[in-house]
């Protein structure tokens, strides 16, 4: 089967550093994105990882282990406009999966 | 703005009824993905049209179907709507399969069946 697992909600404060975690079991695998999604909008693209290790993007980074079927989203100096559901999603063979998306909420 | 439009942003119909949603991929790309996000869920993949061939499926029923044209807009058709069907409808294009390319998604249809 094919399962994209990521935790269904996360709060944490302004200014400090979340890890939203994303294991994945799928049939292709050609790299893993991350997507932005505020409520009632559209998911908006924030990385995409096709080989292991830790890519960096100002206050987002992500990480990947193909061996292990697992990614990481992180987040530092958390801010209020953060809040939102954050997608793990894998490109296979002509699709994508989407986790259910983990609702980040950033409190003051 | 991705340059991505869907159409109608909102519309309600009834169960039975048929649904047309339409979509207008950004500048240049081939490839266009419809997805389905009910509430609280991750987009479920549909299927996905390259250069006006249909190159992918998800786990959707027949009655869900769809169109490429020649300049890479695309229709979702939804036959004999049911009350699950309600969700947001997102279409996603892109310069070539899903594989290695930025996905660039529109801003949605949301979809009511009563």
């Known amino acids: 089967g094919q399962n994209i697992d990521q935790p269904t909600e996360m709060t944490a404060t302004e200014g400090a550093i979340v890890q939203i975690n994303c294991t994945y079991q799928t049939s292709g695998f050609n790299g893993l994105f991350w997507y932005q999604q505020h409520a009632g909008e559209a998911p908006t693209f924030l990385s995409y990882?096709?080989?292991?290790g830790l890519e960096e993007k100002g206050r987002f980074s992500s990480f990947l282990s193909r061996s292990k079927g697992y990614s990481y989203l992180l987040l530092k100096e958390l801010q209020m406009k953060d809040s939102a559901s954050y997608l793990c999603?894998?490109?296979?063979?002509?699709?994508?999966?989407f986790g259910a998306g983990t609702r980040l909420t950033v409190k003051p | 703005e991705t340059g991505v439009t869907q159409s109608p942003t909102h519309l309600i119909k009834t169960r039975g009824q048929q649904v047309t949603l339409r979509c207008s991929s950004q500048?240049?790309?081939?490839?266009v993905s419809w997805y389905q996000q009910a509430l609280g869920q991750g987009p479920q993949f549909i299927f996905q049209?390259?250069?006006?061939?249909?190159?992918g499926r998800g786990n959707f029923p027949p009655r869900f179907s769809g169109l490429q044209f020649p300049n890479y807009s695309s229709e979702l058709n939804v036959n004999a709507l049911e009350l699950d069907d309600s969700a947001l409808y997102l279409c996603?294009?892109?310069?070539?399969?899903?594989?290695?390319?930025?996905?660039?998604f529109g801003e949605g249809s949301w979809l009511t069946v009563v």
């Open positions: 990882n096709v080989l292991d």
């Open positions: 049209y390259y250069r006006e061939e249909e190159n």
């Open positions: 996603a294009s892109s310069l070539g399969g899903a594989a290695g390319n930025t996905i660039y």
């Open positions: 500048s240049g790309h081939n490839t």
């Open positions: 999603a894998v490109d296979g063979r002509n699709d994508m999966r």
